[in-house]
């Protein structure tokens, strides 16, 4: 079976019809929420093919985390925060393309290894510090331009926000000025067409594993103004608006229409993400790809929207608007419109494409072969929780029903160790000296305590009963133990969060 595996990054769960029905988004889980509807006639057409999975959680945060998660099928939060892939790692495109990729591709495919390729607009992925994902597929594209790619140096005049002439992001309204020219020079206008060219010309390769990578809608929010006209009339004459919020409590920050701007910006980001994946739906539509193609679309975590008085990310717990996220999975005869409740997260990415190829699973790995789920609704089982954090700080542990952000038991967050031979690049931890292929690590974890919510009554976790609830938090905690325990997570893990 064929596997197209496509990740759109920040996006919201409640931004895709699938979960909302096309309701308002205030009438969803959170009165906090913006009161227009976010049309995705593309992404419901992935829903029509698939299966929606209503349960499904992220894993390590933030981006590259997430992308590690994916590529190895391991939760990197509990070793390490951001980093590239290590030789050890066993990453997802060696397994399905061979230990040497570069090779002669027909002998590649003689030998019996499966042709992949690597499409991304994500500086992330190629950026010191984090830049080797692409190097066990067969083939890669990166489009360049977003956010601070250094890649233009030209003089010449071009707009940017006078509020981030003297920031990083001036880089991206340099690089936009050579290139942008209409919606379609967008860089997930590109990403997606790029992915439609390459199956057009791949397509009857067997097995073929796809991974498509779409940065948007992540920040910048700079759409095209005629799609953001759709959720604020105002356009860009907005007082002092930038491309990218705040990631702070947003009363004090701004005013109330520069908050709106920057949620309709993002609604028409996502419109604008949700168009040209229809580029690529229509490629496999032409080619008759549904038959023997395993397509999952997904993204690495939220952002918050307005919810808990916040904008942004990277702030405190990882709440429903940050971890649970959107995932779709189109198998070519099981689940055909229809919903699952079983708990997922991104690793299973990494079990389910492997599984599908038809290549062997190595051990140790967190994630879920999905495609039982799939096949056999009430049957199958995955995991009875979903585990998730950022490195050093709090971990979240959910069954679906109640949800622990369980916090570090002190101030100094000790002991913490990073694991493995990279630096803390896009991290702010304080690293030691390696000994013993680790790293002692200092993180300012986030100043809210131990956070528990019944998601059943309260679904955007706004109440915190951690306090009202003593019995339910030690059995969520104890479960969080056990848990830790049976993934063999470094054990300083369970002394700095005090279980």
């Not at 990218?244 to 028409?268: C, D, K, L, T």
């Not at 395993?294 to 975590?301: C, G």
């Not at 690590?441 to 998601?455: G, H, I, M, Q």
């Amino acid at each position: 079976m064929n596997v197209i595996v496509i990740v759109c990054d920040t996006l919201r769960r409640d931004h895709c019809a699938a979960y909302t029905g096309g309701r308002p988004l205030n009438e969803c889980w959170s009165a906090e929420a913006p009161p227009w509807a976010v049309p995705t006639p593309n992404m419901d057409r992935l829903a029509a093919r698939g299966t929606v999975f209503d349960n499904c959680w992220s894993g390590s945060y933030p981006t590259m985390p997430a992308r590690r998660d994916i590529h190895t099928g391991r939760l990197e939060f509990l070793e390490r925060g951001w980093g590239p892939l290590e030789d050890d790692d066993l990453d997802l495109a060696r397994r399905i393309s061979g230990p040497n990729p570069t090779r002669s591709v027909q002998k590649m495919v003689e030998d019996g290894w499966s042709v992949s390729s690597f499409i991304a607009d994500n500086q992330n992925f190629w950026c010191q510090g984090s830049g080797n994902y692409h190097m066990g597929f067969t083939g890669f594209e990166f489009i360049r331009g977003n956010q601070e790619d250094p890649w233009h140096t030209d003089p010449a005049p071009f707009f940017v926000p006078e509020s981030e002439r003297a920031s990083k992001l001036e880089r991206y309204f340099r690089n936009i000025a050579r290139y942008r020219r209409g919606e379609e020079d967008e860089t997930c206008a590109q990403v997606f067409r790029h992915a439609a060219r390459w199956l057009e010309r791949n397509h009857t390769y067997k097995d073929f594993f796809l991974y498509v990578d779409s940065f948007a809608p992540h920040e910048p929010w700079d759409p095209p103004e005629g799609l953001l006209q759709r959720f604020d009339p105002k356009g860009y004459a907005v007082e002092g608006w930038k491309s990218h919020p705040p990631y702070v409590p947003w009363r004090g920050q701004m005013n109330e229409e520069q908050f709106n701007s920057f949620r309709a910006r993002y609604a028409a980001k996502v419109a604008l993400v949700d168009r040209w994946l229809g580029r690529l739906i229509d490629a496999i539509d032409m080619l008759d790809l549904w038959k023997n193609t395993l397509v999952i679309f997904t993204t690495d975590h939220g952002t918050f929207n307005g919810d808990h008085g916040r904008i942004g990310k990277n702030q405190t717990h990882l709440h429903d608007a940050l971890g649970r996220i959107p995932f779709l999975v189109c198998h070519p005869r099981f689940g055909h419109g229809e919903r699952r409740a079983q708990l997922a997260q991104l690793v299973d990415v990494y079990t389910t494409t492997l599984a599908a190829v038809g290549k062997p699973i190595p051990p140790d790995r967190h994630g879920v072969n999905l495609l039982p789920v799939l096949e056999e609704p009430s049957a199958a089982t995955t995991r009875d929780y979903a585990l998730l954090g950022v490195f050093g700080n709090t971990v979240t542990f959910t069954d679906g029903e109640w949800i622990l952000h369980q916090a570090p038991k002190t101030k100094e967050n000790q002991p913490l160790y990073w694991h493995g031979m990279g630096l803390a690049r896009f991290s702010r931890a304080e690293l030691g000296p390696v000994v013993a292929g680790r790293r002692t690590a200092k993180v300012n974890s986030f100043s809210t305590p131990t956070w528990l919510s019944d998601k059943r009554s309260d679904p955007n976790e706004l109440t915190n009963l951690a306090q009202s609830q003593p019995k339910k938090l030690r059995e969520m905690q104890a479960a969080l133990r056990e848990t830790l325990l049976k993934i063999n997570a470094p054990k300083e893990q369970l002394e700095r969060l005090g279980i």
